[in-house]
């Protein structure tokens, strides 16, 4: 939600709220309370009809002025990001095939004319499997949106097939997309960048629960035990350094948010817990 409203704003090429707010009051289908958009983009309130994908709706009138915007919305990621350890694959198929052609036909196996997915044999199950390297190597061409849905995509499919590798490389190549996405000038002001870093800690949160608490592992999974809990440790430490420029209130909104609501947040609750003196990690390398 707040990443919409602050996607409508840049796109706007307005830098203040209220020079929104003016420009919708000259638009009659898009006119829209005063400070209801600022409500928006702290994620307080939902827009009108948001949760259908209708004509009315507000997110699909504004994306008739701001194209693309809707996008930001509407994608998969919001429904692929918590963790759950059951699922549809024919679901999962469907957000594959939601994706543009260039993506989805290097992870779907093509249909005959007539035939269904159901007359299949188990043997010729629809998901085409990839390495890691080949995984990694076709998303190199995608933008970080498309990385991210297909990487949280490749993470439940290899959760399903038990290939441990294959979900937390896929579950970590996800987490560090969003970290990318915190470097793009769009989301460089400081509401998406703390929207960011909650949806890092809940993309953390697969890899906390399957990979880094679980105490058997071989030498390989130690491996990656270890490359996962380095990367909990960055976001952390980026954490740390996001929550000292808050004011006061702010901050502790930010890490409450984080302690109690996703695992990872409350894993780290002894590094992240610095409301005491706020000022100490001000100027630390990150």
Request: proline share 6%; glycine share 6%.
């Amino acid at each position: 939600m707040s990443l919409w409203a602050y996607s409508v704003l840049l796109a706007s090429g307005f830098r203040e709220v209220q020079q929104l707010d003016s420009f919708f009051d000259e638009q009659p289908d898009l006119r829209v309370a005063h400070g209801l958009w600022s409500k928006y983009i702290r994620g307080e309130v939902l827009p009108q009809q948001s949760l259908k994908t209708t004509a009315n709706s507000l997110i699909t009138r504004v994306a008739g002025v701001f194209p693309q915007t809707e996008n930001v919305f509407h994608t998969p990621v919001w429904a692929l990001l918590p963790w759950e350890p059951t699922f549809d694959p024919e679901r999962l198929r469907a957000i594959y095939l939601g994706l543009d052609s260039q993506i989805h036909v290097h992870f779907v196996a093509p249909v005959s004319p007539g035939e269904r997915m159901t007359d299949r044999e188990p043997t010729k199950f629809w998901h085409l499997r990839k390495t890691n390297e080949e995984r990694r190597r076709v998303l190199k061409s995608v933008g970080p949106w498309e990385t991210l849905v297909v990487s949280l995509l490749e993470a439940r499919m290899g959760y399903a097939a038990q290939l441990y590798g294959a979900f937390a490389d896929s579950q970590l190549l996800a987490c560090q997309t969003i970290a990318r996405l915190q470097l793009l000038p769009q989301f460089e002001a400081k509401r998406p960048q703390g929207v960011l870093l909650t949806m890092e800690a809940v993309c953390f949160d697969a890899l906390l629960l399957n990979i880094v608490r679980p105490q058997w592992r071989g030498e390989a999974q130690e491996e990656t035990r270890s490359t996962c809990m380095q990367w909990i440790l960055n976001w952390s430490k980026r954490c740390e350094k996001y929550a000292a420029t808050l004011a006061p209130g702010a901050r502790t909104t930010f890490l409450r948010r984080l302690k109690h609501g996703t695992e990872v947040g409350l894993w780290q609750s002894t590094i992240l817990d610095f409301e005491r003196d706020p000022e100490h990690v001000k100027g630390k390398d990150v």
